[in-house]
């Protein structure tokens, strides 16, 4: 089952801040963010692990909340060049033995205006 | 550099016809995975490969077929049962498999139905 990412889409003036949330109903392992630019390859942006940790450098962050099933990608004082789309990916405890798949969601379109 | 390479970029196919989509790394990665990618549905796993001469069904496998000869290529065929092939194909791979690493993707291939 798809994780479920809010909002859909955003559009940001540059330098103002945005959060990309992620759910799941199943019990993580990891939750991975990555950025998409049209029609290129998606790019990786960080791994967060179950303990409900906070990764992040310059201006992009994220947290992760195991009891929740929960994660938030911070984007603060927007650039222009952080316009795209942006998904999670999520790894959870009930995929299956063996079962190393990351099942992302359909993923959040940021667009940063002058 | 090291990298995915995915060939071709653009690739059409005619009714009935098995087409073969190339996925090669030279990051000496243990895993590869195919993901499929339709317009607002995010990325679907099809297959995934741990090591060589493995793999397994992701979620959407019907109409797919793939194999894991070389650690470095990573080969998926749309078949003639696969009835609705347009859409972007990733290639991506991780230095082991699971989601505490990284996935590294490819450019991408985009096939369309004649």
């Known amino acids: 089952q798809q994780p479920v990412q809010s909002p859909q889409a955003v559009i940001l003036r540059e330098g103002e801040d945005a959060v990309i949330n992620c759910s799941s109903s199943?019990?993580?392992?990891?939750v991975h963010w990555y950025r998409q630019k049209h029609g290129e390859a998606p790019v990786f942006l960080m791994i967060l692990l179950k303990g409900g940790e906070q990764k992040g450098h310059e201006k992009i962050s994220a947290s992760f909340n195991e009891k929740k099933q929960q994660s938030s990608l911070y984007l603060t004082a927007s650039q222009l060049s952080y316009s795209g789309t942006y998904f999670c990916?999520?790894?959870?405890?009930?995929?299956?033995?063996?079962?190393?798949?990351?099942?992302f969601g359909k993923g959040t379109k940021l667009s940063v205006i002058p | 550099d090291g990298g995915i390479t995915q060939s071709p970029k653009y690739l059409f196919r005619k009714e009935g016809q098995n087409v073969t989509l190339s996925c090669e790394q030279n990051l000496n990665h243990d895993a590869m995975y195919w993901y499929r990618q339709d317009p607002g549905q995010g990325l679907r796993l099809i297959y995934y490969?741990?090591?060589?001469?493995?793999?397994q069904k992701g979620d959407i496998a019907e109409g797919y077929s793939v194999s894991r000869e070389k650690k470095e290529s990573f080969p998926l065929t749309v078949t003639s049962a696969q009835k609705n092939p347009t859409a972007f194909y990733l290639c991506?791979?991780?230095?082991?498999?699971?989601?505490?690493?990284?996935?590294?993707f490819g450019d991408g291939t985009r096939l369309s139905i004649l």
């Open positions: 490969s741990q090591i060589v001469n493995d793999f």
């Open positions: 990916g999520t790894e959870s405890a009930n995929s299956g033995a063996g079962s190393y798949q990351l099942t």
């Open positions: 199943k019990a993580l392992y990891s």
């Open positions: 991506a791979s991780s230095i082991v498999p699971g989601g505490y690493q990284p996935q590294h």
